[in-house]
């Protein structure tokens, strides 16, 4: 099992920045990907940034393309994601997924394919 708990989120006016954090903890040698999903009141969860774990492969939401950035620090099995240009339509809860024991070559954007998620961390940009 994995365990992933999100850390970071807060309050900002428009054209401000956030970082997030994702720790995860557990069995940890068994991680494929790691992803950042988010969900707005009223909405469906939908899909942000994933990588897989390995390095090489990222997937990005068109919406954020070149505002937000995925990384990670393996020795600190810890994922970020930095929000740049933040916008009041970016805010949402915003959970982090691990995808475990998978045989991946691209980093995954659907929901069903994580195993383990976070309980969110609440986002709010001010316009």
């Known amino acids: 099992q994995v365990q992933v708990v999100e850390s970071g989120g807060g309050s900002v006016q428009a054209g401000g920045s956030l970082r997030l954090s994702c720790a995860a903890s557990?069995?940890?040698?068994?991680?494929?990907?790691m992803g950042w999903f988010r969900q707005a009141p009223g909405k469906e969860r939908e899909f942000v940034m994933a990588?897989?774990?390995?390095?090489?492969?990222?997937a990005s939401k068109d919406s954020v393309k070149g505002r937000f950035t995925i990384s990670r620090d393996a020795a600190k099995n810890t994922m970020y994601l930095q929000m740049n240009s933040l916008k009041p339509e970016d805010t949402a809860v915003y959970f982090c997924?691990?995808?475990?024991?998978?045989?991946?070559?691209?980093?995954?954007?659907?929901?069903?394919?994580?195993?383990?998620w976070g309980q969110g961390t609440q986002v709010t940009v001010s316009s």
């Open positions: 997924a691990a995808s475990v024991d998978r045989q991946l070559g691209v980093a995954r954007t659907q929901a069903a394919e994580y195993d383990s």
């Open positions: 557990g069995r940890t040698d068994s991680l494929s990907a």
């Open positions: 990588m897989l774990w390995s390095g090489g492969s990222t």
